[in-house]
């Protein structure tokens, strides 16, 4: 029976230990995704007046991404925008739980 009950104690900290894995991972897709998505926001074409009009961005207008790179930028950037906010609800429960 002694046996038995260091088995569940085993378990009991294995799944701590994964818990804390899947939280440092987490944690991490956090920092990378919203670095890339500042970056992706920064490189948008400008509506006049903002952030990337100060680097330059109104000055080349006609000679900037296209149509279809500006699509493509926005793709990307709403599929990392939405990674984010499912790493964060992800962080969030595993905060709730533990």
């Known amino acids: 029976m002694r046996s038995h009950s260091t088995s ?7 799944k701590d230990v994964l818990v804390d894995v899947l939280r440092i991972i987490l944690q991490i897709l956090l920092v990378l995704t919203s670095g890339f998505l500042t970056l992706l926001v920064l490189m948008h074409k400008g509506k006049g007046g903002g952030l ?4 330059g961005g ?3 207008s006609s000679v900037g991404s296209s149509g279809v790179a500006e699509r493509n930028l926005n793709r990307i950037t709403v599929a990392f925008a939405l990674v984010w906010a499912v790493v964060i609800v ?8 533990s």
């Open 52 to 55: 990337s009009d100060m680097f």
């Open 90 to 97: 992800l962080l969030g429960l595993l905060q709730k739980v």
């Open 58 to 60: 109104g000055i080349s």
């Open 8 to 14: 569940v104690g085993t378990a009991l900290s294995l």
